[in-house]
């Protein structure tokens, strides 16, 4: 039986679509239980890691827009104020 094969396109789908992820939303995007799998095709993405949080945060520097001090931020809404795709 082949090994699945995970795509970096999906994640990199996912995140220009959502802004940020946390590990579990991209473990859960990749169908895999595995931390390394991701870090394998998030290493092909050119990608940023939240400096807050512990670095619990994901994005792409093509999404991340720094302000003059060198900082981007993006508002995390507490989960019953966060908007839902149907």
Known sequence: MRPPIFDAKILRQ???RHKIATLTDLKRVLATDVDITVFRKLKLLDYRTSYTHRGSYYTL??????????????????????????
């Open 61 to 86: 520097k093509e999404v991340a827009h720094f302000d003059d001090s060198g900082l981007w931020s993006h508002q995390v809404l507490p989960l019953r104020y966060a908007a839902f795709d149907s």
């Open 14 to 16: 996912y995140l220009r």
